[in-house]
């Protein structure tokens, strides 16, 4: 073996490595988590499969943002998302596994949801793991800041940071029992305020990977165009994970659009430092 076929194979290694980390880091507070283990048992099979096509597809066009290997076609994020998804679903096995919540006399069909339901975050653990985990690759960085420069870039990285937050906490409980503790008017503040953190956090903070707002729009174009698209994404995406995991199930329209606004909350927060993970 050449001296540049044993680089890029220890290359590979140490991407994997990452991944795996990622997975594990990313994946471990849901894998500790009794709803989630009661989702993977219980969820309706075909809503299962579509919710790992979506989070497929959204590994995909992650990987042109920020996936563990630098990809430069299709087919190479189609690969990328391809080995996220193999690396989160033995991640989340083995945990499982090491709970004693995956075990060899279980029904195969309980078994496969529990894993499928669990290597999403760890598969989305998986695909930033470079950037997170990396040693930081300056010319690298300054690629993937050029390919989530245009907005559209902007709008999916929002997608993908609300679907991540969101997912985390939409099977507990408590959004539930929040929304139904909550008055019109709390609902109200709660909009305002996810408004508001979603604007700041993009454009004013200073936070590493802040959007730098386009030269001439001022601040009430900036929130027409950015913002409220950004929150409305993230009450759409919110909206999607609590069907998929079966919480919008027997609401009536004004509980599931108080519930939608709970999980908007960390949705936004979510969209709005997405550039922090990815």
Known sequence: MD???ASLNRDYAIGLARASGGAIIFGLPLLMTMEMWAIGIHIEPWRLALFTLANFIVLVVLSRFGGFERTATLTEDVLDALAA???GILASAAILALFGLARPDMPLSQLVGQVAIQCVPASFGAMIARKQLGAGDV???ESLAERSAGYGGQLFLM?????FLAFNVAPTEEILLISYKMTGWHA????????GLLHVLVFTVGLAG????????ATWRLF?????????????VSLYVLWTVGSTDGLGPATLAQTVIV??????????IARLVV
């Open 224 to 236: 027409l165009i950015f913002t409220i698209p950004g929150y409305a994404i993230a009450l759409l």
């Open 188 to 195: 109200l503040a709660m909009i305002l305020v996810s408004l």
């Open 159 to 163: 997608l993908a940071g609300a679907l």
């Open 85 to 87: 998804y193999a690396v």
């Open 263 to 272: 999980l908007g909350f960390p949705a936004a927060i979510g969209a709005a």
């Open 3 to 5: 001296a540049a076929a």
């Open 210 to 217: 802040q959007e730098e707002a386009p030269e001439g729009y």
């Open 139 to 141: 010319d690298d960085d």
